[in-house]
C-alpha cells in the first residue's frame, strides 16, 4: 500500500514463518523478525509507523515499551494514530 506510493516500507513480525510468507508475497519489500518491543531500528529511522491491528495483542503491561519503541524509531514532531 505505501509503496503503491513509492514511499519505502518496512515490515516485522514475531513469527519466521509469518515473515517468510510476507516476503512470499510480497518479493520487493523488506521483512525482519522481531517484536514491536525491541525494534530492530537505529533511532529516527522511519517517517512514519503503521501498526494496524497489532497493538490489540499486545498485553497491556508491554504497551507502554511498544510505544515507547515507536517514539524512539520516529523523528522529533511526528505525529502517530493508532486504531
Known sequence: MFCDYGLDAVGIDLSH????EAGRLNPA??????????LPFEDSRFGGI??????IHVPDDALPQV?????????????????
Do not use: I, Q
Not at 519489500?29 to 525491541?38: A, N, R
Not at 510505544?67 to 494514530?81: M, Y
Open 17 to 20: 514463518n509469518m515473515v517468510a
Open 29 to 38: 519489500l523488506t521483512f525482519h523478525v522481531g517484536s514491536m518491543t525491541d
Open 50 to 55: 503503521c501498526a494496524w491491528y497489532s497493538t
Open 67 to 83: 510505544f515507547s519503541e515507536f517514539h524512539r524509531v520516529l523523528p522529533a514532531k511526528v505525529c502517530a494514530t493508532f486504531p
